[in-house]
């Protein structure tokens, strides 16, 4: 399968590559050329299957060419050795629980398949591959865990010094092995500039190989698709049409569900449901895209202006709203809605919902009219006590620490003050030989 750049439609890579890559020279997304399908027969014949299983076979289709049968096998039942369960609120409403994995957010399941792939890519070379990244949060533990133990690769994360909750903090400083955390004075935007100098200093380079593994990176949308395949061979949906509620910030998790429904799994529709960053609403309702700068809201992981996915999107979409408005329905929810939302699936359903799935629930409850007869399937991308505060303080109650957390928190952080300087960054990255001791 050969990828294109979305600002540079001539442009053709290899899978491998646009992996390895990230992000296209010119600054585009890459697509796959073509998205490839499946027949109804072999989608019913998905019927009742794993997820690995399904997992395996959707992600052939991407990767067939770059990695053999039985090393994408190992690599999709590595990454994806965690559950999903669904559970029912009612007759029409059912709760994916995407936040099992290791960092109890959805994000470990695309950073836990590009890392494997990643790693599996790079296994042959001579020289260890560096991965930096920048993470005001989330995405640094996702990738830190992700990448952890894999051969031949070493992670560098930056994190803004005190802008990171301590919980958060503990998930990626205290892992050791080939995970080194610095933690920078300065902001988020200051450690981002730093990884951004590191990747066009050849000379730095020279030494020290580095890649990418942001959040536009391909391989982290494959196996996000995974999950709305499942759940529609799980549901085993013959008439009855599924509607997918969506709580986004970049789109990744959105734009990988539309790649399912195109590989040929069933979906009826997509709810796009934000917080008051409604940029993507916004669009679907005037047919203009009008990035701005992002709000603060306590769903802190959608808090995006400009979404980074809404070019691979309007591709799918052939830049038509009326095909975007075809297959996806817009919504978007102050903080107080989503926290009487959350009180609401308390005190009616006993179901402690974190803010980011409360979002997607007010989607599909705004919309459920609209699809009479319909299941809403409604995305929990985080465990709720990695929003602990929030939802402590929404419902009036404690919130216990599921055991890998309360385990981080008891492990010694070990981070490496950095200045603010990038000679100071790169000199680190010339001469730190003992990864992850320090
Ligand atoms: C990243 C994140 C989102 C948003 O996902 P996108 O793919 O960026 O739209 C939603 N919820 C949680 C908990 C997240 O961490």
Same mark, same amino acid.
Do not use: M, T, W
């Given at each position: 399968m050969l990828c294109y750049s979305t600002s540079n439609k001539s442009l053709r890579l290899s899978m491998r590559e646009a992996i390895l890559q990230g992000?296209? %020279?010119?600054g585009g997304l890459f697509m796959p050329v073509e998205i490839p399908s499946l027949s109804p027969n072999v989608v019913s014949g998905l /019927? &009742?299957?794993s997820m690995p299983e399904i997992g395996f076979i959707i992600s052939k289709l991407f990767l067939s060419e770059d990695v053999g049968d039985a090393d994408l096998r190992a690599i999709v039942e590595e990454a994806i050795n965690f559950p999903a369960p669904l559970v029912s609120l009612d007759e029409q409403t059912k709760v994916l629980e995407l936040h099992h994995g290791p960092t109890l957010a959805f994000k470990d399941f695309g950073a836990r398949f590009m890392s494997r792939l990643m790693g599996h890519f790079l296994r042959n070379e001579s020289q260890k591959v560096t991965i930096l990244v920048a993470t005001s949060g989330d995405t640094g533990s996702a990738v830190a865990h992700g990448f952890? &133990?894999?051969? &031949?690769i070493d992670v560098v994360l930056l994190y803004p010094r005190g802008m990171v909750s301590p919980l958060q903090e503990k998930q990626f400083t205290t892992l050791g092995q080939n995970i080194t955390a610095l933690e920078v004075d300065g902001t988020f935007d200051d450690c981002q500039k730093l990884v951004k100098q590191a990747f066009v200093d050849a000379e730095l380079q020279k030494a020290r190989p580095l890649a990418s593994a942001n959040s536009i990176n391909l391989a982290r949308l494959i196996p996000q698709s995974f999950y709305y395949a499942a759940t529609v061979s799980q549901l085993a949906l013959d008439n009855i049409p599924l509607v997918f509620s969506v709580p986004s910030g970049n789109f990744g998790n959105l734009t990988a569900g539309i790649i399912a429904k195109k590989i040929?799994? %069933?979906? /009826?529709a997509f709810i796009a449901a934000t917080n008051s960053n409604d940029v993507v609403p916004q669009y679907i309702k005037s047919g203009v895209f009008a990035p701005r700068p992002s709000l603060a809201t306590i769903s802190n992981a959608m808090d995006v202006g400009n979404p980074s996915n809404f070019d691979r999107l309007r591709e799918i979409f052939s830049s038509s709203l009326e095909n975007f408005r075809a297959v996806v329905s817009g919504a978007s929810f102050s903080d107080n809605e989503t926290r009487e939302a959350m009180i609401l699936l308390k005190d009616k359903y006993n179901y402690l919902m974190d803010p980011h799935g409360a979002v997607a629930w007010l989607g599909w409850k705004q919309y459920q009219?609209?699809? %009479?007869?319909a299941v809403g399937v409604v995305l929990e991308t985080a465990h709720p006590a990695k929003f602990r505060e929030v939802v402590e303080e929404t419902l009036n109650l404690e919130v216990p620490l599921p055991a890998a957390l309360e385990d981080c928190m008891n492990r010694e952080k070990k981070a490496v003050p950095m200045e603010n300087s990038y000679s100071r960054f790169s000199e680190f990255l010339r001469t730190s030989t003992i990864y992850g001791e320090t």
């Open positions: 992000l296209a %020279p010119d /019927r &009742g299957k952890l &133990g894999v051969e &031949g040929g799994f %069933p979906i /009826r009219n609209q699809f %009479p007869g």
